[in-house]
């Protein structure tokens, strides 16, 4: 059973910064899409950005300049890096592990809470 465990989450002041870190049971080379998503009280799960196997991202538009995700494939580990955090940045933030085909999954992590206070 493929596991994704975050961690990194934390409080921190706005204009400061946070790395969010996703590690995978097996092989995250195995995985065709990884992606960050959050969901703040009362809101609905957003995706914040994404990481294809060839290493090519993608953001919501409000992170875009702030966050970067990137991946260490030797150490199946993904990685959220956000920069000059915003109040509204407040969320648990997700990690996501999509692999295709017949073998295919969508495996979630736990959730890890990042609070920037104002």
């Known amino acids: 059973q493929v596991q994704v465990v975050e961690s990194g989450g934390g409080l921190v002041q706005a204009g400061g910064s946070l790395r969010l870190s996703c590690t995978t049971s097996g092989s995250i080379l195995s995985f065709n899409t990884m992606g960050w998503y959050r969901q703040a009280p009362g809101k609905q799960r957003e995706l914040v950005g994404t990481?294809?196997?060839?290493?090519?991202?993608n953001y919501l538009d409000s992170v875009k300049g702030r966050f970067t995700i990137s991946r260490d494939n030797a150490k199946n580990t993904m990685y959220l890096q956000m920069n000059s955090l915003k109040p509204e940045d407040t969320a648990v933030y997700y990690c996501?592990?999509?692999?295709?085909?017949?073998?295919?999954?969508?495996?979630w992590g736990q959730g890890t809470q990042v609070t920037v206070s104002a």
């Open positions: 990481i294809t196997r060839s290493g090519i991202g």
């Open positions: 996501n592990a999509v692999r295709l085909g017949l073998s295919g999954i969508s495996a």
